[in-house]
């Protein structure tokens, strides 16, 4: 069983920048994908970034994509989001997700461990 555990969320105007971070427990972290997604209210949870089992690969939603870095540090069971020029439209709740296929994915059903969520607003 894993656990993931996000922070580093909160409130931040338009153009700056958070780094989220997301905690694992358990051994086979370094096994996993990770991913993050995000959902604002009234809308659909969406796909954010993810990224592969040893950081080889990574993916960026074309929202996001030159903004925002996904990364990883399997020696610390960490996963990191770095949001940089945050807009009014990245405000949601971001939720980091782990998966057992360990390459990538931006399919939410792919993955088997979600955290709990972290809240970013971003104020214009």
């Known amino acids: 069983q894993v656990q993931l555990v996000e922070s580093g969320g909160g409130l931040v105007q338009a153009g700056g920048s958070l780094r989220l971070s997301c905690a694992a427990s358990?051994?086979?972290?370094?096994?996993?994908?990770m991913g993050w997604f995000r959902q604002a209210p009234g809308k659909e949870r969406e796909f954010v970034a993810a990224?592969?089992?040893?950081?080889?690969?990574?993916y960026h939603a074309d929202s996001v994509k030159g903004r925002f870095t996904i990364s990883r540090d399997n020696g610390k069971n960490t996963v990191y989001l770095q949001m940089n020029s945050l807009k009014p439209d990245d405000t949601a709740v971001y939720y980091c997700?782990?998966?057992?296929?360990?390459?990538?994915?931006?399919?939410?059903?792919?993955?088997?461990?979600w955290g709990q969520g972290t809240q970013v607003t971003v104020s214009s």
């Open positions: 358990g051994r086979a972290f370094s096994n996993y994908a």
């Open positions: 997700a782990g998966g057992r296929f360990g390459s990538i994915s931006d399919n939410s059903a792919m993955y088997d461990y």
């Open positions: 990224i592969a089992w040893n950081g080889g690969r990574t």
